[in-house]
């Protein structure tokens, strides 16, 4: 399925050339989840199915992901059961999609993959798109309840690594995370009133970790930035964000699947939450 | 009424085949308007006359369909409209046009131009209009 060796998860990568041969198996359900939420309108990958951030995934309420009978509501439309092999690619280099991933893993859906590349490359590669909506059969699906401790991380979590010195991961541009975006006080950035980073938060943009084409770097790669170059290994607790915590989970997948560390977490609250929050510590360098 | 699909063609149409492209020579106003949620970023340019009527209007941008689509839209509704009235003009207008059930997930890239050309009046009853691109800061939506 992916090309690349070293991967500890190389299974959770799949390539264009592999998801064009497979398209027709029905054991496969390919999902796409973009920012952009006309693209899938536009031209999709044939036989996916959109899964969206904002409709689908999140409750429409408090800020927060859809339950388990919400979940269990959205695999069985789209024809995905508890077998599945569902496959997540969008725009932006799979930010979205890395992030539908996360949620997908809340819940724990064992078989889930990511197309490397995203739909950037299946399109650069002139694969066939289609318009035409797929009719998948309703499947059933029997959720787990989320078990959000494993990769999510919440504000009291975080305000302990940052109190303990755990590692924690910042995503963003260098703009954002110096709050060099941040001029004045009076125009609110990002939602949050305050710019800067989480006291102890290394720098390393999300893009550091793909090449052109939005495929991944190797693994000794993502050693060299990671671990070379900013001191994280394996054995830690390391938690990512960014601003609501969808480039962080591009992150996220980077670190769990690839580089096989452990004790990931993606701090979903991320600035928009950690920027507006009354009385935490914020550092600017 | 139409259809979901007329209203994608619809955006489509002025996504690809933008209505008021590119910066406008000597405008009156000029205004950035940003979406700190998805990286759209527009820019507006009006140029007025003596009643502050919009003579001319366009627009520059990069960002989601739906945000530069809008921008186009939004550049046909000013034209011909003095600033009061496109102070007035409620979100409605844009997210008729788009079809609010297509836009409803996506209401701040909708309504990003809008936004945005209605503080560049804002701006200029200010006395503070930017008359350049280079100028204008990024109002964020």
């Known amino acids: ?285 | 009424m139409q259809d979901r699909q007329e209203f994608i063609d619809f955006i489509l149409d002025h996504y690809e085949n933008p209505r008021h492209h590119g910066a406008l020579e000597n405008p009156d106003v000029v205004m950035r308007g940003g979406n700190p949620g998805c990286g759209d970023l527009v820019t507006l340019y009006l140029r007025l006359d003596e009643d502050e009527r919009v003579v001319d209007a366009s627009f520059e941008g990069d960002g989601c369909t739906i945000s530069q689509a809008a921008a186009s839209i939004v550049t046909e509704k000013v034209i011909g409209k003095t600033l009061a009235e496109v102070a007035a003009l409620g979100h409605e207008v844009v997210i008729d046009d788009m079809g609010r059930e297509v836009v409803s997930n996506r209401l701040r890239c909708a309504t990003l131009a809008l936004n945005t050309v209605q503080a560049a009046e804002k701006k200029y009853r200010a006395g503070q209009a930017a008359k350049s691109a280079s100028e204008a800061t990024v109002e964020n939506f």
């Not at chain 1, 689908?56 to 069985?76: A, I, K, P, W």
């Open chain 1, 1 to 285: 399925m992916s090309t690349h060796t070293g991967y500890a998860r190389a299974d959770a990568l799949v390539e264009t050339g592999w998801l064009a041969e497979h398209l027709n198996d029905p054991n496969i359900r390919v999902v796409e989840s973009d920012e952009d939420i006309l693209l899938y309108d536009q031209g999709h990958i044939p036989g996916a199915v959109m899964v969206d951030w904002v409709a689908d995934l999140n409750d429409r309420v408090r800020r927060d992901y859809l339950g388990r009978e919400g979940f269990e509501q959205l695999c069985s439309k789209n024809g995905i059961g508890n077998d599945t092999t569902v496959i997540f690619y969008g725009d932006k280099n799979n930010w979205w999609a890395c992030y539908a991933f996360w949620v997908f893993q809340l819940f724990g859906h064992p078989n889930a993959k990511i197309l490397n590349g995203g739909r950037k490359k299946w399109m650069d590669e002139k694969r066939e798109l289609t318009k035409n909506k797929p009719g998948h059969p309703a499947a059933s699906y029997k959720a787990q309840e989320r078990a959000d401790y494993k990769i999510r991380a919440f504000r009291d979590q975080v305000m302990q690594h940052v109190l303990t010195k755990g590692p924690l991961v910042d995503v963003r541009s260098p703009a954002e995370y110096t709050g060099e975006l941040l001029h004045m006080e009076a125009y609110p950035q990002e939602g949050a009133l305050r710019g800067g980073h989480i006291p102890g938060a290394k720098s390393i943009p999300w893009g550091k970790a793909v090449k052109e084409d939005g495929t991944f770097k190797s693994v000794e790669e993502l050693r060299e930035l990671y671990e070379s170059q900013n001191k994280l290994s394996a054995d830690q607790n390391v938690i990512a964000y960014c601003r609501i915590g969808e480039r962080s989970s591009h992150t996220w997948f980077v670190l769990t699947y690839l580089l096989g560390y452990p004790n990931v977490r993606n701090y979903d609250g991320s600035w928009t939450e950690w920027g507006n929050l009354v009385g935490a510590p914020i550092e600017k360098p």
